[in-house]
């Protein structure tokens, strides 16, 4: 092992530990600006610390604080900020497994996985998320269709809950109570920590950028390149009209194969984790006046799709293939303090065209400029509430205006008809009637989740807003 031994990591972080843990009453706020709330926070540095509310207090566990939706705070639960508990238990450099605490995020993991020639293939855009966030919303990365979702490449994990104390949890141990926790949102306890399979890390990658007319075309280039890409989705012009609406790119990625430890990545990332050298994500936006409207928008949207280029591939470092997001956060402070609005839906690919094409005339109606478009496809089977399932995603950027929530209704109604089913974790608003018809699983999973927690003592804004 290239660390310490996870037992003992954990037995250093298990000493005497008596009364009240100190709290802290601080204002969170979800990532996208939509809920806000008063909430009493405690930040345990150990894990008898854990045990120090009583059994019935209402919990929930945050990790960076990133979610769209308020799925770590609210509905009066004692939030347990976890970011301390962020180390690197074990790594195996020889078979490329790596322990951690739930705290740890991406960025660290990378850096510490790059120097065995290891690397995470399905995971977010930003270095500060945090596994835990990422188990808890089953995240998926830049090509869903071929890598899945995060649930694939954890092996097991050890699951904390005040009834049943902790519990060795995976695909073939207690497998229902796994499922249930992998995009479960923090509602079955405590994850500790979360063992993973890494997979041999290439050199670096070559993205292509191939220009696509307007959403048929998009698909048809995703299409053209599933299964054959480690990289493979598109970004999309919403304030385009007519038969131009949609019209965009499809980045396609490929692997440069090579020794990526050898090469300098890992001492790269090291240091750019280490120092922070990367833009980091705004607990909130925090412009005064936002810069999105339908003019700047429009411009902007022209001006980007032209300044990207197409054409010949070119070489990037693994980091930046991963975190594209690492250069990009002020994109979200530019929604101004009012925050920003996502919506994120998989539609079946036979519905898809019929979808967009209402989707043009909700935006006319409603006159509401999306600041982005992006398109994935998806080949998993679904199943409770995780976003997945076969189909094309497709998330929407949207600022928050006056007609935003009439354009979101006419958006639900929109999933419903199609088929499709939205991503509650990017979406603060979405009501619990909508997911109740849209995931054929939500009851199982609601029953589930009440016999495996009864008193319902996990609990967030989310939650109570998707009546779990």
Known sequence: MATGDGNAAAAGRSGPSQGELP???????????????????VRPDRYRDLERLPDATPRIVRGGGFSYAAASFGAGAVVHDFRRFDRILAFDPALGRLRCEVGATLGKVFATAIGGGWYLPTQPGHPDLTIGGCLAADAHGKNPSQEGTFRRQVLGLTLFHPRSGSVAVGPEERSELFDLTCGGYGLTGHVIDVTLQLRRAPAACEVRRLPAADFPHTVELLEEWEGRAALLYSWNDLT????????????????????????????????????????????????????????????????????????????????????????????????????????????????????????????RRFAVAPTLGSCKLFAGEGGGLRFDGRGVALAIDLPRRQATPQLLALLDGLTIDAGAIPNAIKDSRLPAAVVARCYPGYEDFRRRLRAHDPDRIYRSELSQRLAL
């Not at 009453?25 to 909430?39: I, K, Q």
């Not at 839906?345 to 909700?362: M, Q, W």
Request: glycine share 12%; with cysteine; net charge positive.
């Open 23 to 41: 709290a802290a009453r601080l204002e969170l706020r979800s990532f996208d600006g939509g809920v806000r709330e008063r909430c009493v926070v």
């Open 240 to 363: 385009a009209r007519g038969a131009a609406f949609g019209r965009g790119f499809v980045s396609v990625g490929s692997a440069v194969e090579g020794p990526a430890a050898a090469n300098g990545a890992a001492r790269v990332a090291t240091d750019v984790v280490a120092s922070g050298r990367y833009d980091r994500l705004p607990a909130h936006a925090s412009t005064a006046v936002p810069f999105w409207n339908r003019w700047s928008t429009g411009a902007f949207n022209r001006v980007y799709r032209r300044a990207m280029g197409f054409g010949g591939p070119r070489r990037l470092p693994l980091f930046e293939v991963l975190f594209p997001i690492a250069t990009k956060a002020t994109y979200f402070k530019l929604f101004g303090r009012g925050g920003l609005l996502e919506y994120q839906v998989l539609v079946p690919r036979a519905t898809f065209s019929d979808f967009t094409r209402e989707l043009e005339r909700g935006l």
